[in-house]
């Protein structure tokens, strides 16, 4: 069975966006000749995550200010007192609520290919999520099957 590994680069925006890769994703399915396996995609940031929703501008809105009521910005985080770490760059952003929003959220889906393209249901698409932008962001895409 062979297992191909690509990447996916995401250009984002400052704060809280959502990217519908799914497009990316079905291009580099086409691009093997895979049509039945399945497809990891793993985000590689510990301030990004992934999902399978509905890609919708209200809902999207919606998930921005949920996200933002679990993890506020102005809460005080131990992890924003960069005097105390260690090792740190000097451009390092006070970002603790991105980190605890991430962990509510995925960082990788495995999505089914059937017939050379992804067994989404109707409404569905793979969502990308910038937490702490902006940032050239990269997602990992393991395509296996046969």
Known sequence: ?????????????QGINIHNITPQIETLIFSTSIQNGQVLVFSRHTTTALAINEYEERLLEDIKVFLEKLAPASERYLHN?????????????????????????NNSEVIPIVD?????????????????????RTVFCQISGE
């Open 81 to 105: 007192d960069l005097h105390f770490r260690k090792n740190i760059p000097p451009d390092e952003p006070m970002n603790a609520h991105s980190h605890l929003m991430a962990m509510m959220l």
């Open 1 to 13: 069975m062979p297992i191909i590994n690509k990447f996916i680069e995401v250009e984002t925006k």
């Open 116 to 136: 050379g393209k992804l067994a989404l249901g109707t409404y569905q698409s793979v969502l990308f999520f910038e937490l702490d932008g902006p940032r050239k």
